[in-house]
């Protein structure tokens, strides 16, 4: 089969592998449909993050090809939608809805989904097949539940997004534009999007933000504040992972507020002072999205989300280079790759 390998930063190839094989009774082998670039692979691409000849990809959506024997709930011609964690769904943290933080735990990173096949660990536990086989066009937005949509539904929900609420999002990646849609989904009433994009600005105000801030930092933190009678928003969505875009959330928040944060944290640093004085709830990290899948499904099923917007540029497998490419020159929110 065909896989996306990064072979160092900045380096992106596609091999030809061998076909995976059950290895655990547990575990399904899945055909992609299609796959895509996350804004966190561009950490390793940058060379943020050490890589060294890494298979790539996180982010899946497929047909069962082949199931191990103690597999129960899946079979094969399903069609299924995972989280970027495989995860048993039945320890005492998974039932507690943590399934990113599952004791058997695999993160499908280490396996690499932007490739032909995939084996799914746990296939139980993390796979959720649809009613049916999906129309094509909704194949985007089945495939953004499997990362985006479920870290953004998280980031909104750890926030306390709902009715009444002001939600800042700082971040106009993927996953902060769908932290705009499930706040709105959650009943928010104003949202607050930060962007200095307009390609992006539009993306936000589709899935629902009434407030654009092109300011960052104190500035930007100083607009929110005007907006909101000079106490600052209920809830905040952090979706960068960066210094400033922490801050910028922690200062975007009202005393009692809550951030949610589920931008990958690179060196972030937070004052206990700092903590201690403002009084906020703070929750992210990396997103249970198996918990919120069965909801997200029927969303999109029935048409009521289209959160496949953000994906703004379409490549082949084979061109996954030029997909990385354009993400990390930010040419292009999010690419799918077709296989
Ligand atoms: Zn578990």
Redesign the pocket.
Known sequence: MRQVVMTKPGEIAVEDRADPKIIEATDAIIRLSATCICGSDLWPYRGVQEVHHQVMGHEYVGVVEEVGPEVKTVKVGDFVVGSFWA?????D??QAGY?SH???RTIMGSIGTQSELARIPLADGTLVATPGQPAADLIPSLLAASDVLGTGWFAAVAAQAGPGKTVAVVGDGAVGLLGILAAKQLGAERIVAFSRHADRQKLAREFGATDIIEERGDEGVAKVKDLTGGLGAHSVIEAVGTQEAMMQAIHSARPGGHVGFVGVSHDVNIPGELLFGTGIHLHGGPAPVRQYLPELIKLIWNRKIDPGKVFDLTLPLDQAAEGYEAMDERRAIKVLLTV
Not at 87 to 91: I, M, R, V
């Open positions: 995860s048993d769904n039945t320890c943290i998974c399934q599952c004791v058997h």
